[in-house]
């Protein structure tokens, strides 16, 4: 067993000499005790996998590619812990003065490969083992969700093969795109090379990437980014910019499975593709919608019209399963109907897939939308801050979600946030929507820590100064307000703008980002049930 990570690698070759070879694709949830002791923390989070992948699974030989920093970084420090360990290198081209390079550097391979493993090279073998490929080689089919930018783990394609209708090819380094067009060569090794390095480009090679995606368009692109790779923050940035193909970006760790956030922001964009699979409806005159939020769970029941006939909020806790049977139960009792009179149930939230009597699953990202626009048929931009999470949301004229961000990993500028400081100043959460100055402070103080443990920390050392509390929370309030804006900006502004969430009743956060978007914001009546709202007239084929 050999292994390696890059699909540039010379597989056919390693084939011929009788061994199998097995890329490192580390499963999620791997220690990182040893990859630490060896490599510094904030190296690519890959790199850290597949080293502790290495050492832990006893890989002796491996193949490396100069396909970036990182995995230089792990030949350097796999020559000594390794029986076998060689890196090629991989030109950035696909010319042929680069696959003149590539065929003198697979052909110093084979001599070293031979000398170490004292066997000479199989070149007829090579020839039927690299027909036998390129003739069962993965082909690109005409419609087709790509997966690109950094590895994907096996977990992440499955998942997604299960959730959609068209089928998800993997564009990235662990795709099974490889071997372009046959080339007959005089040269055997060099119409080897010009294959292999005409396989799917990956983002090293940067002229013939372009190319590829221009002539076959995919219907829309997952990308992935790794935690502390630089790499490919540049290429997404360039597709955002200049491309038309709808577009998500994730961001993996190898540190865990697929967590709820990154299964989130996969499910909305599947839905503003409308390629998600769908559910059937039972029988009934009303409709419900739950939302399993971190915080609170919120529960709606509407009638055929969309009308709002009753709703609950109760705090999520520990079981997110009670929490929306409880919710769910209470809403009917204020619509004044039997569970036997529902049609169709749709969950969302962090906790949609916790809700079992639920008939399908929906994301809140859909669901704000649907619930906003049904509220006022006049907004386009929707900001959002939960109890743990804030987002902004684009609408189109019919009320469908074009573009999204979401803050999904830090607490800074959400309800969380204010709760904590809350507690710093000693003072109830709704003194901080309430007790602030609307002229403005009469000290100007910032919160410079977009961290909230920090900011914490921060509050305390302002109360330690003898400052006035109302400055401090009008503080607290622009700081969450200045987040808020942010992902706002990320999306595009255009009016009119809703805000949803809890935080929409902090009139303190609401003042500082009218006073930044310079307009009134729409504030519905309860603004914590808009996503269960949407998830009901979802239910209810509004």
Known sequence: MIGYVCKYTPLEILKAFGETPVMLCPKQGLSDEISLSLFHNNMCSYAKAALQAVIEQEIDEIVL??????IERLYDVLQTRVKFAYIIDLPRKTDQEAIKLYTKALKDFINTYSEYKKTSFNWDLFQDIWYEEYANRVVLPNEYIALAGARFDEEILNWLEKRTSVPVVNLSCTGKLRLG???????????????????????????????????????????????FCDFYGFEYAKLKRETEIP????????????????????????????????????????????????????????????????????????????????????ALKK????????????????????????????????????GAFYCNNSVRSII?????????????????????????????????????????????????????????????????????????????????????QRDIIFALNRSVASKA??????????????????????????????????????????????????????????
């Open 485 to 542: 804006i942010s992902l706002l900006d990320r999306i595009g502004r255009e009016s009119a703008y809703m805000m949803t969430g809890g935080v929409a009743k902090n009139a303190g956060v609401v003042l500082e980002l009218e006073k930044r978007i310079g307009e009134k914001l729409i504030i519905p009546e309860e603004p914590q049930i808009i996503g269960a709202y949407g998830a009901a007239l979802i239910a209810s084929g509004k």
């Open 65 to 70: 590619t100069t396909c970036c920093d990182s």
């Open 181 to 227: 067009k046959w080339q007959d060569n005089e040269d055997l090794l060099q119409g080897y090379s010009e294959s292999l390095l005409n396989s799917y480009p990956c983002k090293r090679m940067f002229s013939a990437r372009d190319h590829f995606l221009s002539a076959r368009k995919p219907q829309g692109i997952i990308y992935n980014t790794i935690s």
């Open 384 to 468: 959002d801050i939960g109890g743990q999470d804030s987002k902004a949301i684009r609408l189109d004229d019919n009320g469908n979600v074009i573009d999204f961000v979401m803050n999904d990993k830090c607490s800074a500028g959400t309800g969380r946030f204010l709760e904590l400081m809350a507690e710093a100043l000693e003072i109830p959460l709704e003194e901080i929507g309430e007790n602030f100055d609307q002229e403005g402070p009469n000290e100007e103080i910032t919160i410079t820590s977009m961290c909230t443990v920090f900011a914490q920390s921060e509050v305390v050392s302002l109360v330690a100064q003898n400052k006035d």
């Open 335 to 370: 619509a004044g109907i039997q569970e036997d009179e529902i049609a169709d149930i749709v969950a969302t939230g962090y906790g949609r897939i916790s809700i079992p009597f639920a008939s399908r699953a929906v994301t809140e990202i859909t669901c704000h939308g649907k």
């Open 247 to 330: 577009l998500v970006k994730i961001e993996t760790d190898y540190s865990s499975s697929i967590s709820g956030q990154i299964a989130t922001r996969i499910d909305a964009f599947l839905e503003t593709l409308d390629i998600k699979e769908k559910n059937t409806k039972g029988t009934g005159h009303y409709f419900a919608g739950i939302d399993s939020g971190s915080t609170s769970t919120n529960a709606v029941i509407v009638d055929a019209e969309g009308k709002i006939l009753g709703y609950g909020i109760l705090p999520t806790g520990a079981k997110p399963t009670l929490s929306a049977r409880l919710v769910f139960e209470e």
